[in-house]
């Protein structure tokens, strides 16, 4: 498999990640979407790393892991938190925070 | 001008000015503590000042000379340096013996005058103050301190003009006086700029010593003098401000505007001969305005019914006279400063007199609710008609010798302004006799409740000391005075007999003599009660005070209310406009962008996604180009 592939896999699902995230309203999708990104930026990561054979990319690759998983960890709170609150998971209707 | 250091009493000089000006601030720091014995301390400083005066006096009689006393210096800057320097001649000591004698007969005075007035310490406060700050000015050896004299004399003449406040007139009219006075400020500092620039000093001896070369800068700095003089001593065009002082307690019109401080113009102008002998035309300038103010004041005079500004504008006539004296160069320099001392006296006494009336009368000031006042108040009577006598110039009293000198004078350097001040002196003879006439003699037409009474002793014994100076004065200083003042006003003496009685001061006589009579004639027989509806214009235009408040009205205070007024309006629109209009754009631009912050998550996603696009594609274009 060479790198290009892995780059055009990586695109699309970073691409299918943004589209969710914009297209959908239910806020554990958007969280879905949110990792499915990530997670494509890691591919691109790993894919450069065997490319140029070394491990710098692979390290990055487990600190966005890691980053990923605080953020799950705080953002399934809001979101249970919220629909305790509102009876709903919908982010449209958080939307009090504005001018 | 040789001078020499001070040696012995003359050291003692600074506490002239030093004790009254302790007791001034004595008496305002230490507030209701001091109201029950204020007055007598106050009313000491300037008799312990006069007896240092009278002392320096006395040593100076026997060995005449200048004397400088540096105190500390001022101010050093670069090349220029200011001391606080007093200096003790011939001209400056006799100002200070008129400033503390007057002064501390008025205080004496003001002790009955003021006695049921709550507000007597600061009343007393304020004329240390103005005593000290009078001092500074006649003895300061630099115009610099001369000014800081002169400031001082107009914040206690502002000061006590507004003492009672709560009356709107009042506080007006020591506004008024601050404000005209500042005109005449500006002069004098602007004079003293022109001297830094031009020589790098203010002292007197050095402006003096380096006028001769002024050429055409003392002309200049002449003019900027005299306007200066005219501003403090209310000569045309500023004279608007006396008429309106009298406004103050009776005793301070009395010291400060009759006896003292209106006087300080005509000090200035004498102590600058030497720049005025470098100038015809200011020379000219101060005898033309002194010419007319002498006019003016009469006429003023003539057409009031307000006993005290008839007195207001006899002192401006009588300033004039002196104005014209020291217009008319050295030969008339001595004359100015005797007439001034003369007029020191007999004026502070009519002034005292009129307060003196005023307390009878329940401070009524109208004269024709006088009259038939000279049963009751025998000894203001007496103390006032010597006055009297001495202000039309009656033979052998004081204003006989004084202002004949000086319409002899006039009449010596030039013919109109002499026959114009001997049109003066027969107008001063009408006004003075209408004022008798008015006050003393004819009819009761006191208003109702009021019952005229002698005034305590306290308030007569000065008047009996001025009246008695008013008669004698001129006999003892005739001959003596141009003497003494050689120095100073750099003259030659001339002859002036006690019986040398000239052909003009026989027409003098004739003219004050017609004056009288016919003042005399006109009010011989009943008064009105109130003032006759008259089209006389000399009248109407008299009484509106020449329509000199008119004047300012139109010609300074509209113009200057009108350039406020576009000024305000520029800074408005235009300046507060640049900011303003800022505002406004980063304002809008903001409430524009705000909008954005929607709250929806997605849609600032969408931002986010729009923005990355936007970078790639210049990155992308970059990397094309």
């Known amino acids: ?99 | 001008m040789e001078t020499t250091a001070a040696v012995g009493l003359f050291s003692l000089a600074p506490l002239m000015i030093g004790i009254p000006l302790a007791t001034a601030f004595l008496l305002l720091l230490l507030g209701r503590v001091s109201d029950a014995w204020g007055h007598w301390l106050a009313t000491l400083a300037p008799i312990v000042s006069f007896t240092i005066g009278l002392l320096l006096f006395l040593q100076m009689l026997g060995e005449p000379r200048a004397v400088e006393v540096k105190v500390y210096e001022w101010l050093a800057t670069g090349s220029w340096s200011v001391d606080i320097g007093l200096l003790i001649d011939q001209l400056s000591i006799l100002f200070v013996l008129l400033i503390t004698g007057v002064g501390s007969l008025i205080h004496i005075y003001s002790i009955g005058y003021m006695a049921h007035d709550e507000r007597r310490r600061r009343f007393f406060a304020y004329l240390n103050l103005f005593i000290a700050a009078m001092l500074t000015l006649v003895l300061a050896n630099n115009y610099l301190v001369l000014f800081i004299g002169w400031e001082g004399v107009g914040l206690a003449s502002f000061l006590l003009i507004s003492f009672w406040a709560h009356k709107d007139s009042a506080a007006a009219a020591g506004n008024k006086a601050f404000i005209v006075n500042r005109v005449g400020d500006l002069g004098l500092a602007s004079a003293m700029f022109t001297m830094f620039a031009l020589i790098g000093s203010v002292n007197f001896a050095d402006v003096n010593a380096a006028a001769p070369q002024m050429g055409g800068w003392a002309t200049l700095i002449g003019f900027l003098l005299l306007l200066a003089a005219c501003g403090k001593s209310a000569q045309v065009p500023l004279q608007s401000w006396l008429l309106d002082a009298m406004e103050g307690p009776t005793p301070v019109s009395a010291l400060i505007h009759a006896a003292t401080m209106v006087t300080a113009g005509v000090y200035l102008v004498i102590r600058s001969n030497a720049i005025y002998a470098q100038s015809p035309e200011a020379t000219m300038a101060v005898a033309v305005i002194g010419t007319i103010t002498l006019l003016a004041g009469a006429w003023i005079g003539s057409s009031k019914d307000d006993i005290k500004k008839v007195l207001a504008g006899s002192t401006m006539s009588q300033i004039g006279y002196m104005m014209l004296a020291a217009g008319l160069g050295p030969i008339g320099a001595a004359f100015a400063i005797f007439h001034l001392i003369t007029h020191g006296f007999f004026k502070a006494n009519m002034f005292l007199g009129a307060g003196s009336v005023m307390h009878g009368m329940n401070d009524d000031v109208n004269m024709r609710h006088f009259g038939a006042l000279a049963g009751p108040m025998r000894i203001t009577f007496l103390t006032f008609a010597m006055g009297y006598l001495a202000i039309i110039g009656f033979p052998f009293t004081a204003g006989f010798y004084s202002k004949d000198h000086i319409i002899e004078a006039a009449f010596h350097q030039n013919t109109v302004l002499g026959v114009l001040a001997l049109i003066g002196a027969g107008i001063t003879g009408f006004y003075m006799t209408r004022l008798m006439m008015m006050t003393f003699a004819g009819r009761k037409r006191w208003q109702p409740g009021v019952h005229p009474h002698e005034s305590p002793l306290v308030m007569t014994i000065p008047l009996i000391i001025l009246a008695v100076l008013s008669l004698v004065a001129g006999l003892f200083m005739n001959g003596w005075i141009q003497e003494w003042l050689a120095v100073p006003t750099g003259h030659e003496v001339h002859n002036t007999g006690l019986l040398h009685i000239t052909p003009i001061g026989w027409l003098t006589m004739a003219v004050v003599a017609v004056g009288v009579a016919i003042g005399w004639y006109m009010f011989k027989d009943d008064i009105a009660e109130t003032e006759p509806q008259t089209r006389n214009v000399f009248a109407l235009v008299g009484r509106n005070d020449l329509y000199g408040d008119a004047f300012n009205e139109h010609a300074i205070i509209r113009p200057t209310k009108g350039l406020a007024a576009g000024l305000a309006w520029f800074d408005r629109t235009t300046l507060d406009g640049i900011p303003e209009g800022a505002a406004v754009v980063a304002g809008g631009l903001g409430n524009y962008l705000r909008k954005g912050q929607n709250g929806y998550s997605r849609s600032y996603g969408l931002i986010l996604v729009a923005g990355v696009i936007l970078l790639a594609a210049v990155v992308a274009l970059g990397q094309l180009g």
């Open chain 1, 1 to 99: 498999m060479t790198t290009g592939s892995l780059l055009v896999l990586s695109a699309i699902l970073f691409t299918v990640g943004v589209a969710g995230f914009l297209l959908r309203r239910n806020a554990i999708i958007a969280f879905m979407s949110i990792e499915l990104m990530l997670n494509a930026s890691n591919l691109a990561f790993v894919a450069f790393a065997r490319q140029h054979g070394n491990l710098e990319g692979q390290m990055a690759a487990f600190f966005v892991m890691v980053v990923a998983a605080a953020e799950v960890v705080v953002g399934l709170a809001i979101i249970v938190s919220v629909y305790r609150a509102r009876r709903s998971a919908s982010v449209d209707d958080v939307s009090l925070m504005k001018f």
